[in-house]
Nanobody, 124 residues
């Protein structure tokens, strides 16, 4: 059974940085898709980006291409989301998600396995 655990959330002032981590356990193949999503109170879940773990290729949603970076530490089965120049509107619960095989559209419905989420709060 695949399990995911996010870490690294917290509170930060606008303009600051945070790095979230997502450690994946229990998967059986080496080339899979790991995505990051976020959900602010009262809003729909929003895709942040995703990485194809076998080759390391990354796709970002348009809104944060210049501020967010997704990377992986294959030895630790961990994917990171580095967030710079944070804004109050980045405040949300951040989730990582896993799906066997190739990445497709950055949509929540594509991913079968989800972590519990980690809260990011950005104050002005």
């Amino acid at each position: 059974q695949v399990q995911l655990v996010e870490s690294g959330g917290g509170s930060v002032q606008a303009g600051g940085s945070l790095t979230l981590s997502c450690t994946v356990f229990g998967y059986t193949d080496s080339d899979n898709c790991v995505g990051w999503f976020r959900q602010a109170p009262g809003k729909e879940q929003q895709g942040v980006g995703q990485i194809q773990t076998g080759v390391g290729s990354v796709y970002y949603a348009d809104f944060e291409k210049d501020r967010f970076t997704i990377s992986q530490d294959s030895a630790k089965n961990t994917v990171h989301l580095q967030m710079n120049m944070l804004k109050p509107e980045d405040t949300a619960m951040y989730y990582c998600a896993f799906q066997y095989g190739s990445c497709r559209a950055l949509r929540p419905s594509f991913f079968r396995y989800w972590g519990p989420g980690t809260q990011v709060t950005v104050s002005s």
